[in-house]
């Protein structure tokens, strides 16, 4: 399993790439990073357009959510997937908790 990079493209556009050790050995290096913070929300829980706050992982443990991009699709990670929210300029994206289950979530944020 890889690692979904959010990001901004040229278009001001958030996207979504995989990201896996072998084609990005800068994951398998020590990152610095400022904390951590845990997270429950509902089922249904939806965040309209927003960018990541800052550079940071976000891994789903429990639950699943729906991330909406400008355009028009949806992925759906689910436990175990991490993201490297990097879209930190342009539109931004959606969030949406799915399923029947709170979505838990531990964050990550990246230090420098």
């Known amino acids: 399993m890889g690692i979904a990079r959010l990001y901004t493209g040229d278009d001001e556009q958030s996207h979504i790439e995989e990201m896996n050790p072998e084609s990005h050995p800068e994951l398998t290096a020590l ?3 400022t904390g951590i913070v ?7 829980y939806f965040s309209d357009w927003h960018t990541a706050p800052r550079r940071q ?3 789903t443990l429990d639950g699943e ?6 355009d028009g699709t949806v992925h759906r990670f689910g436990p175990g997937q991490a993201m490297l929210a990097e ?8 969030t949406r908790a799915v399923g029947d289950r709170p ?6 944020p990246l230090a420098g």
């Not at 845990?38 to 249904?44: A, D, K, L, Y």
């Open 31 to 33: 990152q610095s990073a």
């Open 103 to 108: 979505r838990v979530t531990a964050t990550v």
């Open 87 to 94: 879209d930190l300029t342009g539109q931004g994206h959606t």
């Open 38 to 44: 845990f997270r429950t929300v509902e089922p249904g």
């Open 65 to 70: 959510v729906e991330i909406g991009l400008g």
């Open 57 to 59: 992982f976000v891994i």
